[in-house]
Each structure stands twice: as structure tokens, then as C-alpha cells.
């Protein structure tokens, strides 16, 4: 009989605190065990023996290589785990978040190798539920919500994006610095009364905290970024740097207009970060970004139409446009801990924001039908003309706005029961000058109108305005988190948030509720203390799911571009929009080909009630200003994600939607009717996604990363009349595929460097985006002909690239 020896120790997180129930096993998985409540594990293993331990939780796997040991010995190996346990025993990564409906967190590291044309995080967040249809902003719709309504948070602070942008290649640098995260929450609904004022999503940002010195570089023909992270060895003081540049020309060369394209994006970021003792800690949040965007138009061609109708529009253009947005953020945030059941927050923050957009440009077109006999020599060119106009754009927008907000939070624990509570005061000052319009001419009306007058043009459209408004919110919230039954761990959140807001003085009470249930936990716990390897239990364990069910009401208090109507007014007597959420889910873990999936599904329904109409111009949406809407939005969401490729994880998403409103309005009689339900702007039925990973079997250094899209049509309604259409013109199906090769040279599969040993990895990436060269449209342009017939020319995003990619990584 082969004698034992033993492997013991404790496992923790970069923080230091322990983890319990880790699963630990060898690799021909007979010998088995999971760490206790303090994190300590005791795993037997057989003497004389080499032997590869796991280290498994929150579908974080880690190995480590144990060298033969002799009979009796006992080696003493303690681990740490890159994710974060939470004040309540529950991390905040992972499985032991399975009980919080329409979340998923992600690994910051497991992305980095997917292609992405802006880089940003926010540009996966279509492969985890969202919508998107414009791979050139940092914008996403979630559940029939537009972007306004979807928070954002980095280390507990609100950010935002610029106010003045009304194109995805004008959006420069997300906030978010991909290099810096550790992890990512996204929440597409049902979620906590500890989350803010926004009726769709919450994006949850959790920065790193390094325990040793780090660093990585990344170049690529799309820009380069800096980042360095050290800890002190006493772990006092840790800090992580962050440096970006960015062009996106080689991505601007490939759409319709040509010109001379100058974009520029920069920023800087750090986050301290102070431990006066174990349990007051200090942190400090900085950003500061400039982004510019300009362009000197020449020309522009876009042919579109059917087989039977093919046509082409033809500009000559002159002027200039330019973009300008600088951006700071300060975010001071002291914290006391005991590490056992009290951890209270006070964070501060001051968010200002610069904008410029001015812009002069003109343009003379032309209007034709092409040849589509497929017999003819001439296929493609020009047959005959169907119009000409000409054309002036016009800006000069200027918008200061200062975001000042103090918070206190906290949490203390008691039992099975642990209470979140928290108050928060927040003030604003925007100043904002608006000086916009439009002419066109098409088959010479305006030029006619002139002549017969000798008095004015007749401009298409004229915004003059001068806004300047100070406000402050008030808000609070206090939430129970209740361990009600162990063995089922049947769970309930419940929770009441208030707002306040000083510009109509509204008062805003959100109750919200959620449920967890296991059914199948007393069963399998059971099981897993009496067998003798996990072999055992994989076998015989019943089902491992969780049922959920969510509801709340969720008030949207409106920001600045919300109570701004279309020509430029504010309307101060608006109300907080509201959205009741009604969601239930499941969560399922499962085995296929001897790898851990997941099998998330989740069916809502969304009554909406005091919206704010609005239309989308391509990233930019103009509201109504007016509380003159209901709807709904009801839909059904499911992702699967595990190991299809072994060691490689991927994603595969499908989601149906529909949310429809009616609105109340005046017509052309001056009587107040409604609209009927109509298709909302994001009323996008049918998403597909897949992120999926790969690797040559015969040498895993090469690697594959692919990202597809599917998102059906969408509704498209130009200038604020045309909202009440019933039928109203759409953008056709957004499709994109985009694809990595990649090669290690250093690390992973690659091994170790023996000559550079503080190269931890090193790797380079060949992407190819929009693989299969669809035209994707993100919005149009209405021209007219000599008959006065209007066509919507569509406005192309971008085309087929090539981008060349290299990380390197030191320790």
C-alpha cells in the first residue's frame, strides 16, 4: 500500500483575505478536499509521487506543480486566487454571486485577446446581453433602454461619457481603461437598491490592486498604451499607472468620406492607494483625457439601393470639422474595514468636462442611376442623372459641465443577515451655448425662395440657444441581504432607495426585491462529504442550479440632455422617468466533454411610464424633453459560456426583445391624440453573439479569437415629426465579424524566457475586423431628386481591416 504525505496552507485573494470552499484535486482527480471558512485546506496525496494540484473557484482554475514528497511529510503551500471577497463572505467575482439576477462578472485578462476595434471594455459588453450597432462608440442599449439609461462605475465612482457627440468616430477614448481593470460586473437588470438612478444596466469596474511589481506595454497601428503597477513589500502603499494613445485613422480611411482625418486621444490614469493599518485604507482616483477629432472633408461616394434600383450619390465637399473634449476626474475615497463585520466608505469625486464643436461644411451632389444589366459593358457606371443639390452644416457648440457628488456607504454584518446602506449628494453646473443649422437645396427651392423674396434663406433647420443651470440630487438607500434557509441557500435581497432632485423638486421612493433558490444544494453537499473523489461526485450529484426572481421600480431622474428640447430650451418641470422590472432566471452549471459550462436563461418583462420621447441620429439622441410617453419592453435572454476548447473559455448569446410606446402629442390641428404603440428607437428584436477561442492542437502558441454579431433591424426615424410614424424606415441587420490570430513567444504555451526571466509574457496579434466586409449602417442622410422624391442615402460604418497587435508583460 503507497504510503501519504500531505499539502496544506491557506488561500486568499490580492488582497489578503481568505477564501472558503475551494476546490482543491490532483490531476487524475482521486485525491480531493475544499478549503474551510478561514481559507485552510488539507489535501492528502500519495508519497513519492509527482503531482499537478487545481486550484478551482469561481471558475478560476490555477495548478501548481507538488514535487514527490515523502511518506508523512507535510509541505506547507499557501495560494492566492485573483478574485475578491466581499465583507459578507460572498465574492464579488464569481460563483458565489450566482444568486444576483442578470449579472455576470468577467475576468478582465480573459478578453484581452479578442479583437476589438476600439479596445474599450464596453466593446463586449454586446457578447453578455447588450445591444450594439456601431463598433466605433463605447455606446450600448440594454433590454430596449438607450445609452442615457445605463450606469456606469469605476471603484464605486459615477463616470460619464461626452455630452456633445453625435458620431461614434468623434467619441475618442472610452474612460475605462482596459489595461487597469481586474474585473468587470454587468448587470442588465432586476439589480440592487444600492446601485443607482438609471432604469436599464449597471456597469460595475473594479480596478487592480497589484501585489508586486508589473508592468505591460501594448503597441498596434491603432495606438499604444502604458501600464505600471507596484505594491510596497510591507503593503502599505500600492499604485497602478496607466498611459493611452489612440488614432482610429486607419479605421476613418475605410468609410465613404474621404479627406484628410486627424484624430487625436490621449490619457492618463492612476489609481494610490494607502493602508494606514489593516483596516483604514485611503485611495485616490485620478483621469485626465483630451480628445480631438478633425477632419477636412473632399468628397464623398456611396452607391446603395436594391438589384433592380441601384444608385449612387456623388458630393464634392470643403470646409472643416473639429471636435474637442477634455475630460478630469478626481476621486478621493477613504475606507474602514475590520475584516469581520463592519466596512464603511466615504468617497468624493469632481467630474468636469470641457466640449468644442464647431464645424463649417459644405457640399454640391449629385444623384444617379447606375447600370445593373448584367449583360452590358458598362455594369456599375452612371446611366443618367437624377438630381442635383447642394448643402451647408453649420456649429459652433460650446459645453462646460461640473459634476461635484459626496457619498458614504456602507455595510455591516449580523448572522445570516447583512445590511448595505448609504447616502449620497451630488450638485451640477452646466453651461452650454448652442448655434447650429442646416440649408439645403435640393432642385433649387431655397435658391428660388430667395430670388422671388430678396429677403432670406430658408434654412432646413436653426438651434440658438444659451442654457446655464445649477442643481443638486439628494439620494439614499438602505438594503437586507438575508440568508433565510442554508440548505436550499435560499436567499432574499431587499432593499428601498430615495432620490431627490432641487430642479422639480421630486421626491422618489424604489422599492426592489429578489429571490435565490437551490434546489438541489442539501442533496449535493451531502453527497460530497460522504464520497471519496470528485470522480464520485460528478457522477451521482443532481442538477446545480439556481432559480431567481426579481422585481423593483427603478426611477431615472433626468440629466441635462433629457431636459434639453429640440430647439434648444430647457424644460425644468420635467419628471423622473420610471420602469418597473419584473425577472426571472435561471443558472445552471453543467459538464460536457469533462469541462465546466454555464447555461444562464432569463425571461422580463419592463413597464415604462413618464418617458421622454426621443430619436437616435447616429450615436446622438435628441429628446422630446416631455414626460408624454408609456410603453413596455418584454424579452427573453440566454448565454452559455465554458470551455469548448480546452483551457480556452467562450461565449455564445441569443436575445429576442420588443418594447413599443405610445405618445401623446398635438398634431397638426393643434388636437392632443396618441401615437398608438410604436416601435421604439432601440426596439432591435432578434441579437446573436458569439466570443469564441481556439488553438492549433499540434502547437497551442497559435491561437484563435473570434467575435460574430447579429443584431436585427431597428427602427430609423429622421427629425422629431417623423417620430409618431407608424411604419417608420429602419437600418438593415448589423452584422460584423472580427478575428485574431495570434502567436505567443513568451509565456503560456510558449514557456518561460531562460535569458529574459522578468518577461512574463509576450505576444503578437494579426487582426482582421469586419472579416467578410459587410456595409453595416448606422444612420442616413435624405436627399431629393428634380421630381422631389426623397431618398435616404445610407451613412457606412467601417470597412474590412488589417491591424497589427504586440503585449509584452513583465514581472
Request: charged letters at 25%; proline letters at 3%; one cysteine or more.
Amino acid at each position: 500500500m503507497q504510503g501519504q504525505s500531505f499539502l496544506t496552507g491557506y488561500i486568499t485573494d490580492s488582497s489578503g483575505t481568505k477564501i472558503p470552499d475551494v476546490s482543491i484535486f490532483t490531476s487524475d482527480q482521486l485525491n480531493y478536499c475544499i478549503s474551510g471558512e478561514n481559507g485552510k485546506y488539507f489535501l492528502k496525496l500519495p508519497s513519492n509521487k509527482r503531482q499537478v494540484v487545481y486550484f478551482s473557484y469561481s471558475q478560476r482554475r490555477v495548478s501548481r506543480t507538488i514535487e514527490p514528497l515523502k511518506e508523512g511529510e507535510t509541505l506547507r503551500l499557501d495560494v492566492i486566487l485573483n478574485v475578491s471577497v466581499g465583507l459578507d463572505g460572498f465574492t464579488k467575482y464569481g460563483e458565489k454571486d450566482r444568486e444576483r439576477i442578470s449579472t455576470i462578472e468577467i475576468e478582465a485578462k480573459k478578453l484581452e485577446r479578442f479583437p476589438s476595434v476600439t479596445g474599450s471594455v464596453e466593446s463586449f459588453l454586446k457578447f453578455f446581453g447588450a445591444g450594439a450597432g456601431n463598433e466605433l462608440s463605447s455606446g450600448y442599449n440594454v433590454r430596449g433602454g438607450n445609452y442615457d439609461e445605463n450606469l456606469v462605475y469605476i471603484n464605486d465612482i459615477e463616470v460619464y461619457r461626452p455630452f456633445l457627440i453625435r458620431a461614434g468616430q468623434q467619441e475618442g477614448l472610452s474612460i475605462i481603461n482596459p489595461d487597469m481593470v481586474d474585473r468587470l460586473t454587468f448587470s442588465s437588470g432586476g439589480f440592487d437598491a444600492r446601485y443607482g438612478d438609471k432604469m436599464s444596466s449597471v456597469l460595475d469596474i473594479r480596478y487592480k490592486v497589484p501585489v508586486a511589481f508589473e508592468t505591460s506595454v501594448t503597441a498596434s497601428m491603432l495606438g499604444s498604451s502604458v501600464y505600471v503597477g507596484n505594491q510596497t513589500r510591507k503593503k502599505r502603499l500600492s499604485f497602478i499607472l496607466g498611459a493611452r494613445y489612440r488614432s482610429n485613422k486607419l479605421l476613418f480611411n475605410s468609410l465613404d468620406v474621404s479627406g484628410d482625418y486627424r484624430p487625436l486621444n490621449v490619457d492618463f490614469q492612476s489609481l494610490i492607494r494607502y493602508r494606514f493599518n489593516s483596516n483604514l485604507s485611503f485611495s485616490w482616483l485620478s483621469n485626465l483625457a483630451y480628445n480631438r477629432y478633425a477632419l477636412a472633408p473632399l468628397s464623398r461616394q456611396t452607391s446603395f439601393g436594391t438589384v433592380s434600383t441601384a444608385l449612387r450619390l456623388n458630393i464634392e465637399m470643403g470646409g472643416r470639422e473639429e471636435m474637442n473634449y477634455l475630460v478630469a476626474l478626481n476621486g478621493l475615497t477613504f475606507e474602514y474595514d475590520d475584516l469581520k463585520n463592519t466596512s464603511v466608505k466615504w468617497i468624493n469625486s469632481y467630474y468636469v468636462t470641457t466640449e468644442n464643436e464647431h464645424f463649417t461644411t459644405e457640399g454640391a451632389y449629385g444623384l444617379f442611376e447606375l447600370d445593373n444589366n448584367l449583360g452590358s459593358e458598362d455594369l456599375g457606371t452612371e446611366k443618367r442623372s437624377l438630381g442635383y443639390g447642394y448643402f451647408i452644416n453649420q456649429a459652433r457648440n460650446d459645453l462646460k459641465a461640473e459634476v461635484f457628488n459626496s457619498t458614504i456607504k456602507g455595510i455591516q454584518k449580523h448572522g445570516r443577515s447583512t445590511w448595505y446602506y448609504g447616502v449620497k449628494f451630488q450638485t451640477e453646473n452646466i453651461e452650454d451655448v448652442l448655434n447650429e443649422w442646416k440649408y439645403n437645396d435640393s432642385a433649387g427651392f431655397n435658391i428660388a425662395v430667395e430670388r422671388q423674396t430678396g429677403k432670406y434663406i430658408l434654412l432646413d433647420e436653426r438651434i440658438k440657444a444659451e442654457n446655464e443651470v445649477s442643481s443638486y440630487r439628494a439620494s439614499a438607500y438602505l438594503q437586507n441581504s438575508l440568508l433565510i434557509d442554508k440548505a436550499s441557500n435560499l436567499k432574499m435581497n431587499a432593499g428601498v432607495r430615495h432620490q431627490y432632485w432641487s430642479l422639480n423638486e421630486q421626491n422618489m421612493f424604489s422599492p426592489r426585491v429578489a429571490l435565490s433558490y437551490e434546489p438541489n444544494k442539501k442533496f449535493n453537499d451531502t453527497l460530497l462529504r460522504n464520497v471519496k473523489n470528485i470522480r464520485t461526485y460528478d457522477s451521482l450529484k443532481k442538477k446545480d442550479v439556481v432559480l431567481k426572481l426579481a422585481g423593483g421600480v427603478y426611477y431615472q431622474p433626468p440629466f441635462y440632455r433629457e431636459y434639453r428640447r429640440l430647439d434648444g430650451r430647457l424644460n425644468k418641470n420635467i419628471r423622473a422617468q420610471r420602469s418597473i422590472h419584473i425577472v426571472m432566471g435561471s443558472d445552471l452549471n453543467f459538464t460536457a466533454w469533462g469541462r465546466p459550462f454555464k447555461l444562464v436563461n432569463e425571461l422580463y418583462y419592463k413597464f415604462l411610464n413618464d418617458l421622454i420621447p426621443y430619436y437616435i441620429d447616429n450615436v446622438r439622441i435628441r429628446y422630446f424633453a416631455e414626460n408624454s410617453s408609456k410603453g413596455y419592453a418584454t424579452g427573453f435572454d440566454t448565454r452559455v459560456n465554458g470551455e469548448f476548447i480546452k483551457g480556452l473559455e467562450s461565449w455564445l448569446s441569443f436575445s429576442i426583445l420588443q418594447t413599443r410606446e405610445n405618445i401623446t402629442y398635438q398634431n397638426e390641428s393643434g388636437e392632443t391624440v396618441n401615437s398608438g404603440y410604436l416601435r421604439r428607437p432601440t426596439d432591435q428584436r432578434v441579437n446573436f453573439s458569439i466570443l469564441f477561442a481556439d488553438e492549433l492542437g499540434m502547437n497551442p502558441t497559435f491561437k484563435l479569437h473570434l467575435g460574430l454579431v447579429y443584431g436585427a433591424r431597428v427602427p430609423y426615424y429622421f427629425k422629431g415629426e417623423a417620430r409618431y410614424d407608424k411604419t417608420p424606415n429602419t437600418i438593415p441587420p448589423y452584422r460584423r465579424v472580427d478575428v485574431g490570430f495570434s502567436k505567443e513567444i513568451i509565456g503560456g504555451a510558449a514557456g518561460s524566457s531562460i535569458r529574459y526571466k522578468r518577461i512574463e509574457s509576450l505576444w503578437a496579434s494579426l487582426e482582421l475586423f469586419n472579416m467578410l466586409d459587410f456595409n453595416n449602417t448606422v444612420s442616413y442622410i435624405w436627399v431629393k431628386d428634380a421630381n422631389n422624391t426623397t431618398y435616404g442615402v445610407p451613412n457606412y460604418l467601417t470597412g474590412r481591416r488589417l491591424n497589427l497587435k504586440f503585449i509584452l508583460r513583465i514581472k
